[in-house]
């Protein structure tokens, strides 16, 4: 949907799935999305292995944080992969499981931005900025 609400700039997905990244390239191509960049990156030591996605730039203006599944990997890891996120707004989900608050309250201590749980009817998500 950002991609396609955007035309001009670009949407990145790391995903680590091959499944789920066919299935969302076939979304963006049945829309016209060409401005989505679909990054297949396996989980290696509890996050996305980056290594051959460097040439992409690392300044976000909107992020969302839904994942890697905790079963395989860890999101506090989000915050140490030097991303220029200066005055980006990060989008956490999943806030209704248990390490998720402390995982967001690391990332804002470590980003200086604060942030707001939204009580949400499906499940709880915060916003960060």
């Given at each position: 949907?950002?991609?396609?609400?955007?035309?001009?700039?670009?949407?990145?997905?790391?995903?680590?799935?091959?499944?789920?990244?066919?299935?969302?390239?076939?979304?963006?191509?049945?829309?016209?999305?060409?401005?989505?960049?679909?990054?297949?990156?396996?989980?290696?030591?509890?996050?996305?292995?980056?290594?051959?996605?460097?040439?992409?730039?690392?300044?976000?203006?909107?992020?969302?944080?839904d994942g890697p599944?905790?079963?395989?990997?860890?999101?506090?890891?989000?915050?140490?992969?030097?991303?220029?996120?200066?005055?980006?707004?990060?989008?956490?989900?999943?806030?209704?499981?248990?390490?998720?608050?402390?995982?967001?309250?690391?990332?804002?201590?470590?980003?200086?931005?604060?942030?707001?749980?939204i009580e949400?009817?499906?499940?709880?998500?915060?916003?960060?900025?």
């Amino acid at each position: 949907m950002a991609a396609i609400a955007n035309p001009d700039r670009s949407v990145y997905v790391l995903e680590h799935n091959f499944l789920w990244a066919a299935k969302i390239q076939a979304y963006a191509d049945k829309y016209g999305a060409d401005n989505l960049h679909i990054l297949q990156c396996p989980i290696k030591d509890g996050w996305y292995d980056l290594s051959e996605v460097q040439k992409y730039k690392h300044k976000f203006s909107a992020v969302l944080v839904d994942g890697p599944p905790r079963t395989l990997g860890n999101r506090s890891l989000f915050s140490k992969q030097g991303f220029d996120l200066t005055d980006a707004t990060v989008v956490w989900d999943d806030m209704d499981q248990g390490p998720m608050k402390v995982m967001l309250d690391e990332f804002c201590t470590t980003n200086g931005m604060t942030s707001e749980i939204i009580e949400h009817v499906s499940k709880p998500f915060a916003i960060a900025a």
